[in-house]
């Protein structure tokens, strides 16, 4: 199980995150969400140990990540960054097969096993077809789609994604989500993203942590947290949360934003948090 | 279903797997042949000429009927063809780990500072102090080369992290200053120490002996291969910081190590034939279109065109203009300019 214990992140400059205490569930799909700036990137990229802890730490199953070797760690929890930049010219196979980098050794370079963890990312991406294509020459999804087939390969049970949805259209957004959905579901790993789009964190998320300038206003399962107060708290406008007619879940209307007050919060939010 | 563009080397029930490029040793044997071909065919070239054919037999020790052959061959000529290959083969091999450090494919050693601090303190110590013993010219250049590679790790590394801009920004930056002294002090110096120079800074490896390839070879024996072995970790930081720390790289360390692999690779080249400029750019460039950018197969053939670069300069430097003699340092950066801004302009034309 991954958590944080009174964890402190940022960069040069005042915090971004301060004494910051969650848990995030294992096997299940949490959705860190929040205005620009609130701290949820950097959260995310503190818990894939690519930013130190200023203070506090990282725990996973009891262990501060700090104090385990990062490549054994990289066979636990795989990270997908904002925008990876695939090289000029690779292939989506060759980029794919990039996600045994851990299991390997000098020695071991291509076991039996990372050829399976291979085959089987580009079959659950559904990116068999396109393996042998460049990278840099697919569309955003199938580009997004590939980029999730590395960090399959990688085996770990945790994954995180930051914003694994910005950029694509909205075929290509449904189809992200219904794949972390369908690996979560078939093989119980815990995934943890950044998402922007609040009906596709109450849609797709098991679990949603709610930021504002790096607390935490709510935490628990959608229904429960996505009110039109923690709305106006949270991002400053004015919604009406109906239940979605398919599936129950709540879905968020914006119809404006609220009064003065919160307005000026998220801006300076903004401007601390503007590295995140 | 295709399969992956390598060969795999699995023995059964064993805890052992090797991974080699597809393209490798197809790339590999043919540029070996063609390294071997044109050291013979130039050894035989020069003032006093020889056919191939004697060539082969005095290197395999036959009798060739000719008794001044074997002291040519293999004293005075044999040495300076395997010192421009295994040259080549560094500047090379340099290249290949620079650009992929930078993800920048017009980067080379020279953006490391390496040729400006060398070039710098060879000219000063050439021309500065007085009696300046010429042995020493290669370990004190190797020493400049160090120290600015330092410097430059220091200044655009230490603190910009992945930000192959400010790499190249500093870079000339700190190359135009270097080049303003090293101009200063020829200007101040006087003819012959000036000519003396002017010639290690073309860079060349004329009347190279076995010494100076006994000096250089441990360089590449030991560093070479390094250099392959940080191949799969190159893979990773290819994907950029981020990437490479998820999958369990130590990046910083990493970065490190491999830039003082290529440093050294660079500094002890430039140190034995002056400064060859456009063998670290080039060859890492053809290779990426023979094998890809996998870089457990880029580092290797780079490292082999760096050779065959280097040995057909030499050799078109010493046949060209008979007899007299170019510096193949002149014959890389003849090569080099055209393709460099070719590549500039396609670079440009595909942002």
């Known amino acids: 199980m991954l958590a944080t214990d009174t964890l402190t992140l940022g960069y040069d400059g005042p915090n971004i995150l301060d004494q910051l205490s969650i848990t995030l569930p294992a096997g299940q799909i949490t959705a860190l969400i929040g205005p620009n700036g609130c701290g949820k990137s950097t959260l995310l990229r503190g818990l894939a140990r690519l ?197 129950g879940v709540p879905l968020c209307i914006p119809y404006g934003l609220c009064a003065a007050e919160p307005t000026d919060t998220l801006l300076h939010a903004d401007a601390v948090g503007s590295r995140a | 279903m295709k399969t992956f563009p390598w060969i795999t080397i699995r023995p059964k029930h064993a805890r052992f797997s090797l991974r080699i490029d597809r393209r490798l040793p197809k790339v590999g044997l043919i540029v070996g042949l063609l390294v071997l071909a044109i050291m013979i065919i130039n050894m ?59 993800r920048n494919p017009l980067a080379d050693p020279s953006i490391m500072g390496i040729n400006t601090g060398a070039g710098l303190v060879a000219v000063v110590l050439t021309i500065l102090v007085r009696n300046f013993p010429a042995r020493w010219i290669p370990v004190a250049a190797f020493a400049g080369a160090l120290v600015a590679a330092g410097l430059m790790y220091v200044l655009a590394w230490r603190k910009g992290g992945d930000s192959p801009m400010r790499l190249i920004l500093i870079g000339v930056g700190l190359s135009a200053v270097g080049s303003a002294v090293t101009t ?20 060349s490896v004329y009347g190279r002996s076995w010494v100076d390839f006994w000096a250089f070879a441990p360089w590449v024996a030991i560093a070479v291969p390094l250099a392959w072995f940080q191949a799969r970790q190159l893979n990773s930081l ?81 046949t060209i203009a008979a007899p007299n003699e170019i510096p193949c340092g002149l014959v890389t950066a003849v090569i080099g300019v055209p393709f460099f801004l070719t590549m500039l302009y396609h670079h440009a034309k595909t942002k």
């Not at chain 2, 200063?184 to 860079?203: E, H, P």
């Open chain 2, 184 to 203: 200063l002090v020829i200007t101040i110096g006087n003819i012959y120490d000036v000519q003396r120079a002017m010639i290690w800074l073309t860079g």
């Open chain 2, 44 to 102: 035989g070239v020069g003032e006093y000429k020889i056919s191939p054919l004697d060539v082969v037999k005095t290197l395999l020790g036959m009798e060739t009927g000719d008794p001044q052959h074997v002291l040519i061959v293999r004293t005075l000529r044999l040495p300076r063809m395997l010192l421009s290959a295994l040259v080549g083969l560094a500047l090379g091999t340099s290249g290949a780990l620079l650009q992929g450090l930078t």
């Open chain 2, 238 to 318: 290819h994907l950029g910081e981020d990437v490479a720390l998820g999958l369990g790289v130590n990046v910083g360390r990493q970065r490190a190590w491999i830039l003082f692999v290529a440093v050294a690779l660079a500094g002890a080249s430039v140190a034995v034939a002056g400064v060859i400029s456009f063998v670290g750019l080039i060859a890492p460039h053809v290779a990426r279109r023979l094998v890809g950018t996998d870089h457990t197969g880029l580092v290797p053939t780079a490292g082999m065109l760096g050779a065959l670069l280097l040995v057909a300069s030499d050799w078109i430097g010493r």
């Open chain 1, 51 to 247: 930013i130190k802890p200023k203070h506090g730490a990282v725990v996973l199953d009891g262990h501060d990540v700090q104090r385990i070797p990062t490549r054994q760690l990289a066979t636990q929890l795989g990270i997908l960054p904002q925008n990876p930049v695939a090289p000029e010219g690779l292939t989506v196979r060759e980029l794919v097969a990039q996600g045994r980098y851990p299991h390997q050794r000098w020695f071991q370079q291509w076991s039996a096993a990372d050829e399976t963890a291979v085959r089987s990312a580009l079959e659950i991406t559904n990116m068999v077809e396109l393996a042998d294509r460049a990278v840099d020459a697919l569309s955003g999804g199938q580009r997004q789609r590939a980029w999730i087939a590395m960090t399959l390969a990688q085996e770990t049970d945790i994954i995180l994604l930051d914003e694994p949805t910005t950029f694509l259209d909205l075929a290509h957004q449904v189809e992200v989500l219904q794949l972390l959905e369908q690996l979560n579901r078939q093989s119980s790993r815990t995934i943890v993203m950044v998402v922007h789009d609040l009906n596709h964190a109450t849609r797709h998320a098991d679990h949603v942590i709610a930021l504002r300038a790096g607390v935490v206003q709510a935490a628990g399962a959608p229904r429960d947290v996505i009110t039109p107060s923690l709305l106006r708290a949270v991002f400053g406008i004015e919604a009406e949360v109906i239940p979605d007619p398919r599936t």
